[in-house]
């Protein structure tokens, strides 16, 4: 509650301090103005995070989509991993502690929270850096400080260096002029528990200076849903229910821009995000009513961008960032309030990049990089704290070096061979290929490339052939943690970074002026694939290991419409992942990856209805069933469980809003009101579990939102 | 289209990557074998004891499996769970017999086997048990059809009582067992032998074995029962499973910190030592001893388990060679007798492993030598198995020769203090 007290305080502040700023009324795309759009000047968004330069969709050399800070608030999502999970390619299970993002056939498995992926906001990384796990939740930015998630499927470490594995997730915030100073507030019903939100955002300029405040404050109860046994299990009972399962996440983002054409652009900001969740559902602890995990996690970064001369333009930045485990953070296995654990872990991390590109001309240009990153570890160790505060270490995990350090070194060349050599008959094509070094104290050498190929088809029509590599590398945690209890998860120090290799193919474009499509397929390959495995061999504690190769292909179309008065999307996705590994009875066996479907369709319409002030939004989402986890199989089918495996049922699910635009409930200032119904069904469904029990997903929700801009 | 394009464009760049295959194996002739673990209940122990019987069948099959009447016959196991529990130990029996299937390696707990066992007999199953040591096994009215290549705990609590009081110069004990047919069991031997010799037990204290998560269970007041008395030496008839926890309830118990001499903990297992080094709680590991019947220096042993390392990558766990050497001497028992008949088998399972009528005619046959062992039995030698284990030497009851050795850890290092022969 400190905090909470905190963030009110420093919006108080900012809202005097600036009092005499002027600010904008709208968002950068008003819902009205996006409405205007059409879908050619969707197609034409310009997006940063594929060769970290703008670029429109249609010309990035990778598979791209993109969801506006428009979209987000008219389809009512709340955190970016409810944004992330209307995209195609993505699935989005939860533990109610945090998402866990699989992309494209895989899913990082026990305790992975999203790690597969790398997320930034800006281009600076956001990940807990001690596990590299990206929290999602509504704790990673307040969703009113966004202008657009730009969303990368596809290797990107021969730009961005490790953990751009499987994907880019950067999240481009607004400026200072060009939010609508607001504070929202929503009140709801999760599943007959409350939930409650209050938001800020709040953004001016004067003279050079443009400020951006934004903050986001919930507090969601996730109690009275209970474990769903393994099939044949009877290990939980109708009275066994969550309790305590409410999460309190916290968001604050703030910047501050100077620019000024003579001095060129620098750029403060900082953000921190708190998780602050009691966790029910947690393989080592399941409903023990008194877990408590409670995180810090934040970063202030300075940047500095010039244009030295005509065409050349460089940038340079300083992050530094930390991230550990809030005081009255608590851990308990069981019921026993005699004991429980508690644990020590930190990281302070210092990245500082250079980065210059030379322009050709329009499309020809060069880019060089470095940057150097030092994350100073206090690796993971838990602690049994018994009811006179005695701390004994647990037993487990090894120490290691403290100090991870990385340089990384990256080129690219963006090509259009007619343009630079003079061949028209190739004025269609444009080239890019990429190529980084990384030398890591830890895992030594990496190195990754990136070519791709657009052509042109026609002038809103084209199609990319596109090859990468990247790597995701071990995390502090996986390398050094001691147990929780014992038979728990310990480190392995003898980790290596997991590297993938994908083929792309993609067409994208207009067909006519309504409806837009982006299709693709790929094909992956991924070596060294760390999993938290059951041991084989002489103790019984779950390590992470380098033991499968996953072999991954698949499909995914998307489709913008643009019709009378509604905007509609819909989106498939095909996967096909297959999982080789050594099995000691089966020997080599390959068997398809486990939590993630094969199918699945999304779509939403938001219905816009200006002459009744409201829009009316419908999304759905149809998931197929999905093979539960490694270690539930082995509660399922102890002897054949690599083979024998069940499966969760395939569900649908369909979440419904309305919400106005533009009511003038106080003279001279805009309201919004919004209604939001999640699982209007009622759906029953499973995300998969890893202790025993899988986990069930939540009811009918209801939210009501009131929106009042200043 | 796209979709139809893509999928000949996946057959065509993976389409071999991208099919599963469980790598169904094909054997010839086979001879079906149950392997039965309480996987459910001590995964790391029951799995690498698989491991260590497909290894002993694959080394038996690659090497040209058996000719039994001039036919070439491979093994092939069937892995079985009887979840640490009797009542599905009796329903795994059912179901072998249904499916045509009278050859059982296992189970791997007492408790488990003692049911089992009266099922087996009750149905003309031969069984061998690699690790179910309770002493009621030798003594049934089995029809010789009930064997084991691990010790009775007859024999390992006697040594445990001796070693205490004649190595150790301790007379004070205390017992801690789980409350099963095993711990209660070895309860009784080790009061009986070490009462017998002239010690005294002090206390006794037993924790739930079924229906526990014994990970997280708090074993500390049923620690303290026995603390209160001040034990110089703590018998623990423990599994691997719980080692770890009951350690660190140890260490947490003040009654422990407040003693000056803190008391020894003695196992009446061999499995522990990388369990304890992994769970345990560091600061009493050098107060642990245990009892094992591996013996890990013997030429044969060091054999097995370089071959175990260099198939799994990993180390085998105690009594994986006991259920090694349980597929070996039905192999050259069903070779010698030319059947797979149970009966058959029953009768030559001491001839094919040092027995004492022909001892000293018998060829030794190491480890890893069944076809050397195949073409003596064809014409007409007889052989001596020693295993992995160690002398089989089976006895009357279907008990094998006994070794013993008391180990330790030091610096966190697996130490052999003293070896016992029975």
């Known amino acids: 509650m400190k905090i909470k007290f905190q963030h009110l305080i420093i919006s108080l502040l900012l809202i005097c301090s600036f009092s005499d700023i002027k600010g904008q009324e709208l968002d950068t795309i008003s819902p009205n103005d996006l409405f205007a759009l059409s879908l050619e000047d969707l197609m034409d968004i310009e997006i940063v995070s594929a060769v970290r330069q703008n670029q429109s969709i249609i010309d990035a050399p990778s598979i791209v989509s993109v969801i506006t800070g428009t979209q987000i608030k008219e389809r009512g999502y709340a955190s970016v991993a409810e944004a992330l999970n209307s995209i195609a390619g993505f699935d989005v299970i939860t533990d109610y502690f945090q998402p866990n993002m699989g992309i494209r056939g895989i899913n990082g498995g026990l305790r992975s929270w999203s790690r597969l992926v790398k997320v930034m906001i800006d281009g600076q990384n956001m990940s807990f850096r001690s596990s590299s796990d990206n929290y999602l939740d509504p704790s990673l930015i307040p969703m009113g400080a966004i202008e657009k998630i730009e969303i990368i499927r596809g290797p990107n470490s021969a730009i961005y260096g490790k953990n751009a594995f499987l994907g880019v997730i950067n999240i481009i915030t607004k400026t200072g002029d060009s939010v609508g100073n607001s504070i929202s507030h929503y009140i709801g019903s999760v599943n007959n528990s409350s939930a409650y939100n209050l938001s800020t955002v709040w953004g001016g300029s004067k003279n050079n200076f443009d400020i951006l405040f934004s903050s986001s404050y919930s507090q969601i109860d996730y109690s009275g849903i209970s474990p769903y046994n393994v099939p044949g299990s009877t290990i939980y009972g109708s009275g066994d229910i969550a309790q305590k399962n409410e999460s309190n996440p916290l968001a604050v983002y703030i910047k501050v821009k100077y620019e000024k054409e003579t001095f060129g652009k620098l750029v403060f900001d900082f953000t921190q995000q708190n998780i602050n969740s009691y966790s029910e559902f947690l393989d080592w602890g399941t409903l023990t009513h008194n877990n408590r995990i409670n995180l810090f996690n934040a970063y202030e970064r300075i940047m500095y961008s010039k244009t030295l001369f005509e065409n050349f333009k460089t940038d340079f930045s300083f992050t530094h960032s930390s991230g550990r485990p809030i005081k009255n953070e608590i851990l308990d296995n069981d019921s026993d309030p005699t004991e429980w654990i508690e644990r020590d872990l930190s990281y302070a991390g210092y990245d500082v990049s250079f980065n210059t590109s030379y322009a050709f001309d329009e499309i020809n240009n060069f880019s060089f990089g470095i940057d150097y990153t030092t994350d100073i570890h206090d690796h993971q160790k838990f602690y049994t704290v018994n009811s006179s505060g005695v701390r004994t270490l647990n037993p487990g995990g090894t120490e290691g070096v403290k100090d991870f350090n990385n340089v990384g070194i990256y080129l690219q060349m963006i090509l259009n061979a007619a343009e630079f050599f003079s061949f028209d008959y190739l004025k269609n094509l444009t080239l890019t290929a990429g190529y980084r070094f990384d030398y890591h104290n830890i895992y030594g050498d990496v190195l990754n490339y990136r070519l791709a190929a657009v052509y042109h088809l026609a002038d809103q029509l084209s199609t990319k052939v596109m090859y990468g590599t990247s790597f995701n590398a071990p995390s502090s945690v996986q390398l050094y943690s001691n147990y929780i209890t014992p038979g728990g998860i310990v480190g392995n120090p003898n980790l ?118 409201i829009n009316i939004n419908i999304e759905g989402k149809y998931m197929s069933s999905r093979i539960a986890s490694d270690q539930n199989n082995f509660i399922y089918d102890p002897i054949n469980y690599a083979i024998n495996r069940y499966e969760l049922d395939p569900y649908f699910i369909l979440d419904f809003m309305i919400s106005s635009t533009d009511l003038e409930l106080i003279k001279n200032s805009r309201t919004r009101l919004s209604l939001r119904i999640k699982n209007l069904l009622g759906t029953e469904y499973y995300y998969p579990g890893f202790d025993n029990y899988d986990i069930p997903g939540l009811g009918r929700s209801f939210y009501f939102m009131f929106t009042q801009y200043i | 289209m796209i979709l139809f394009i893509s999928l000949v464009i996946f057959q065509l760049i993976g389409c071999e990557k991208l099919n599963e295959d469980y790598n169904k194996l094909i054997y010839k002739n086979p001879i079906k074998i149950a392997v039965i673990g309480d996987v459910s209940i001590g995964r790391e122990v029951a799995e690498n004891i698989f491991f260590a019987t497909k290894m002993a069948a694959d080394e038996i099959n690659s090497s040209g499996g058996l000719i039994i009447n001039e036919e070439e016959r491979e093994i092939e196991l069937i892995f079985k769970n009887s979840g640490g529990d009797p009542e599905i130990g009796i329903d795994v029996v059912n179901e072998l017999i249904d499916e045509g299937i009278n050859i059982i390696v296992g189970p791997t707990t007492s408790a488990v086997a003692v049911e089992m066992s009266e099922s087996c007999v009750a149905n003309n199953i031969l069984m061998i048990t690699y690790s179910a040591t309770i002493p009621k096994l030798s003594y049934m009215n089995d029809d010789d059809l009930i064997w084991r290549t691990c010790p009775s705990d007859a024999f390992s609590g006697t040594i445990m009582a001796k070693h205490s009081i004649d190595s150790m110069q301790l007379k004070n004990g205390a017992i801690f067992f789980r409350d099963d047919n095993f711990g209660n069991s070895m309860a009784n031997i080790i009061q009986n032998k070490f009462e017998s010799l002239g010690g005294s037990i002090l206390a006794t204290s037993s924790y739930p074995a079924e229906e526990t998560d014994l990970n997280n269970y708090n074993f500390g007041n049923e620690l303290d029962i026995l603390l209160q008395q001040k034990p110089q030496i703590i018998f623990a008839a423990v599994f691997e499973e719980e080692i770890g926890k009951i350690t660190q309830d140890l260490w947490a118990s003040s009654l422990y910190q407040d003693m000056e001499s803190k008391p020894f903990l003695f196992l009446t297992e061999g499995g522990f030592p990388n369990e304890l080094i992994a769970n345990g709680q560091p600061d009493i590991l050098e107060t642990i001893i245990g009892i094992s019947s591996s013996i890990t220096n013997t030429p044969n042993y060091i054999t097995y388990e370089n071959n175990y390392i260099a198939k799994y990558n990993f180390s085998p766990v105690t009594y994986s060679e006991h259920a090694y050497d349980a597929i070996y001497s039905i192999a050259f028992a069903m070779q010698k007798a030319q059947s797979i008949s149970p009966e058959d088998i029953k009768q030559n399972l001491r001839l094919v492993t040092g027995s004492e009528d022909l001892r000293e005619e018998s060829a030794i046959i190491n480890v890893n030598e069944f076809e050397k062992a195949r073409v003596l039995l064809l014409t007409g030698f007889e052989i001596n198995y020693e295993g992995a284990s160690g002398k089989i030497n089976f006895d009357i009851n279907g008990d094998p020769y006994s070794t013993f050795v008391i180990w330790g850890l030091v610096n966190k290092e697996y130490v052999e203090f003293s070896y016992y022969n029975l």
Not at chain 1, 516 to 521: A, G, H, L
Request: proline residues 4%; charged residues 20%.
């Open chain 1, 496 to 613: 290596k970074p997991e590297r993938a290799k994908t083929l792309e193919w993609a067409l994208m474009g207009q067909v006519f002026s309504k409806l837009n499509f982006n299709t693709n397929i790929y094909y992956t390959e991924i070596d060294d694939k760390i999993e938290y495995l059951l041991p084989y061999g002489e103790i019984s504690n779950i390590t992470a290991q380098n033991v499968s190769n996953i072999y991954s292909a698949g499909f995914e179309a998307e489709l913008n419409i643009n019709i009378m008065n509604n905007t509609s999307y819909v989106n498939y996705s095909y996967e096909r992942s297959i999982l080789e590994k050594y099995d000691p009875l089966l020997e080599i066996i390959r068997i398809k990856t486990a939590l993630y479907p094969n199918h699945m369709v999304k779509f939403g319409n938001v219905l816009h209805l200006p002459d009744y002030f």
